[in-house]
């Protein structure tokens, strides 16, 4: 029944399509790509996209399709390593404020309007500044400011969960919190999450990208999309190809995760508003 | 009742600006590095007499209460990078490019937002829909930078009709003000939509086609009221970092506002500009919010404000 709903419907059949071809090329880079990410002078330097390099080299001579193919591994592991993260997080906050309620709602949540606050820039800057700026100052960063939005998620769910009779059923048969908790309600609420996570995702390779950019990210030789925009912006006037491809990668993702999302919202939460509205 | 409320948010809102303004601090001074790390190397002696002069060599937690005693008295500091200007009038003289771009920025993604989504929840399904939901796609999936460098290049490079950076003329200010609305925009068009369609099903909508109004009446008099608060709820945190000026906008158009200070103070270790930016952003986000609650009670008279969280 529910299978059918999916491969009724074409967005999910394209998104899913794309992104699972994506996830090939990212998980088998090693064998697909022509070159190493890091090969330098394998070709002429700056070459806009000829026969052989197919989009172009950069400055060192490096292949800039190759580069694509080992950021859509960077990128994709920083977006779905942060999501999961805030996912965890924010779920065990959410579900803990809600379902408890009182005292623990208020702290919790307390804290969580904390977080809301804090401009993600300027959290992300001290925490790579902190750590280094490798892979957990970025994750950090990210998965630090996105964990709120799931936890306000979850415990709106749960404060409505909380009511139904099955929950009274769970206590009645004299199940202890935690399990009605995380055994009955988290469970019931993963549509609502899985879509949740489907937009959390995007917005995350997004901000990686951005924070990559602007030169707080993943440093080279590696190359996440956001870096190799960043190496293509100095030199955009000349050589437009070190910018658009990447550009290109990275918004082909975007979109495929954008329909993605709007289609399972349908079919698993059609009652819901969640959308990609955070982000920068 | 009013008293007790606006007291109570007062008490709230002076809790999430000291946290902010804490963390910020003491995240900023355990990273690794100081003010004086340039190139040269300074003699013992000197480096510590420069220490001394701006108090840096006493315990964290002291330095931070005489920072906060300065701030009561209206005091930033001066900048340690921008050797000799003092902090406010940094951000005084930042804040009219930011507010001006942030403002235009805000009231076009408002106005054509809000059209974009209503049109298409009104014409769903025609042409319309496709087209304005394909720009509110593009809108939200394309990272800024990518929007900016894009449009340099058509608009500037290739067919020259507009400047590609700076903020001088008015014709400067239409890329950078496009570039930075496009985001918003998309946002606020596809909440409308999304929202718009939902209310549509309501029974009071149905009353209202029973009555024998027409389609036109009931969506702009009676839908769009009760379609416009989750829309209100997100006008908060985008007013506040559009007026907060993009770091990237103001970059790439080389735009003399706030949105370059937040990341070159932090890597300059310009601690006094840091906290004062930081300030400023805090300030501004709370007010904008404050606004937002408030806008609530007048677009939906059943909100009371005890409610508001």
Redesign the interface.
């Known amino acids: 029944m529910m299978m059918r709903r999916f491969m009724k419907d074409r967005r999910f059949i394209w998104s899913g399509g794309a992104l699972l071809v994506l996830c090939f090329l990212a998980l088998f880079a090693d064998w697909i790509a022509p070159y190493a990410y890091d090969a330098v002078s394998v070709g002429p330097n700056l070459s806009p996209p000829v026969n052989g390099f197919w989009m172009g080299t950069d400055v060192l001579g490096r292949d800039l399709f190759s580069r694509i193919l080992f950021g859509a591994r960077l990128s994709l592991a920083v977006g779905f390593c942060t999501a999961i993260f805030a996912l965890v997080l924010g779920t065990v906050t959410g579900a803990v404020a809600g379902y408890f309620g009182g005292t623990w709602d208020r702290v919790l949540m307390g804290v969580v309007?904390?977080f809301y606050?804090?401009?993600m820039?300027?959290l992300a800057?001290?925490?790579t500044?902190?750590l280094g700026r490798g892979f957990t100052g970025i994750f950090l960063a990210i998965g630090m400011t996105t964990w709120v939005t799931q936890a306000r998620l979850v415990r709106a769910l749960v404060l409505q969960a909380r009511e139904l009779p099955y929950v009274e059923a769970g206590r009645a048969i004299g199940l202890t919190h935690g399990r009605i908790l995380f055994r009955h309600i988290v469970p019931n609420l993963l549509g609502p999450m899985i879509v949740s996570l489907t937009f959390q995702i995007?917005n995350n390779i997004?901000t990686e990208?951005?924070l990559s950019?602007?030169g707080?990210g993943l440093q080279p030789p590696y190359s996440s999309w956001g870096t190799l925009?960043n190496e293509g912006?100095r030199g955009?006037?000349s050589y437009?190809h070190l910018?658009i491809f990447p550009?290109m990668a990275?918004?082909i993702t975007?979109?495929a995760f954008?329909f993605l999302g709007d289609s399972l919202r349908d079919i698993l939460d059609p009652k819901s508003?969640i959308?990609?509205?955070?982000g920068? | 009742m009013m008293a007790t409320y606006l007291f109570k948010r007062m008490i709230q809102t002076l809790a999430t600006l000291a946290f902010l303004v804490v963390t910020t601090f003491f995240l900023l001074r355990l990273a690794p590095g100081g003010p004086f790390d340039g190139e040269k190397v300074w003699p013992a002696e000197i480096q510590a007499n420069i220490e001394a002069k701006y108090g840096l060599n006493q315990p964290l937690p002291k330095q931070f209460l005489v920072w906060a005693a300065d701030l009561l008295r209206g005091d930033l500091r001066e900048s340690f990078h921008y050797v000799g200007t003092p902090v406010t009038e940094i951000i005084r003289e930042a804040l009219p490019a930011s507010f001006q771009l942030g403002g235009i920025a805000l009231l076009i993604s408002l106005i054509l937002g809000l059209a974009l989504g209503i049109l298409s929840a009104w014409k769903r399904g025609t042409w319309l829909d496709f087209s304005a939901m394909f720009i509110a796609v593009s809108g939200i999936t394309l990272p800024t930078y990518l929007i900016a460098t894009l449009l340099v290049l058509l608009f500037s490079s290739w067919l020259g009709w507009l400047p590609p950076a700076l903020w001088e003329d008015k014709l400067s200010m239409i890329l950078p003000i496009v570039t930075l609305s496009l985001r918003p925009l998309a946002i606020i068009a596809r909440m409308t939509r999304t929202t718009l369609l939902e209310v549509l099903h309501a029974d009071y909508i149905r009353t209202a086609f029973s009555k024998g109004l027409d389609e036109r009446t009931v969506i702009l008099k009676h839908a769009l009221r009760n379609a416009l608060i989750p829309v209100v709820t997100l006008l908060g945190p985008i007013t506040a970092s559009l007026i907060t000026g993009s770091y990237v906008v103001e970059t790439i158009f080389q735009i003399p506002g706030l949105g370059q200070y937040f990341v070159t103070s932090v890597i300059d270790r310009d601690y006094p500009l840091v906290m004062g930016m930081t300030l400023t952003y805090g300030i501004i986000l709370i007010l904008c919010n404050l606004f937002v609650d408030l806008t609530y009670g007048i677009i939906d008279p059943r909100v009371r404000l005890e409610n508001v969280k």
């Open positions: 309007d904390l606050i804090f401009p820039l300027l800057i001290l925490l500044l902190l995007p997004l990208s951005f950019f602007v707080l925009a912006f955009i006037q437009p910018m550009g990275l918004f975007m979109i954008h508003s959308g990609s509205q955070s920068q």
